[in-house]
């Protein structure tokens, strides 16, 4: 169970939305160099972000993308579904095409704490909580240099 690189994408994109902070929309190209993001994969994945509500495209002088819905609201995994992630396809990690609670891989119980986690932690991480993480961190880092 690890994201595909387009789930990461995603997670990077809205966190880069996040963390900048901007009064007016960011442009693809900024948001593409903050994330590290290929500009025509960053596209592919803001469409979907656009798709899902969590963003609004403004096209145009001054244009870009900007969160179009608040932040406690979009949590980590409505970001993954979004950009496609599905925690029920994860294959099994000992490549069993037939693994569960009947018929385990050796692997399988640890594993399935492990999703559990994992779900958990991204039906209950917000935007939200990113932002104030982010701003903690940028706080420390102020308060370190005086």
């Not at 595909?4 to 963390?19: C, E, F, K, P």
């Not at 994330?35 to 972000?49: A, D, F, G, Q, V």
């Not at 900007?66 to 294959?91: H, S, T, Y």
Request: charged share 25%; with cysteine; hydrophobic share 40%.
């Amino acid at each position: 169970m690890f994201l595909n690189q387009t789930s990461q994408y995603a997670l990077r994109a809205m966190a880069g939305l996040i963390v900048a902070d901007q009064n007016g929309p960011m442009k693809s190209k900024d948001l593409a160099q903050t994330t590290e993001i290929p500009s025509h994969y960053l596209s592919k994945i803001m469409r979907k972000m656009v798709e899902a509500g969590f963003v609004e495209s403004k096209k145009g002088h001054g244009g870009g993308f900007i969160l179009k819905k608040p932040l406690e609201q979009i949590r980590i995994i409505d970001v993954l579904n979004a950009a496609g992630f599905d925690m029920d396809e994860q294959p099994c990690v000992f490549g069993w095409d037939q693994c569960s609670d009947c018929n385990p891989c050796p692997l399988h119980p640890v594993w399935k704490r492990l999703k559990e986690s994992f779900n958990e932690w991204a039906f209950n991480t917000t935007m939200e909580d990113i932002r104030k993480e982010n701003r903690l961190l940028i706080d420390m880092k102020f308060s370190q240099k005086s």
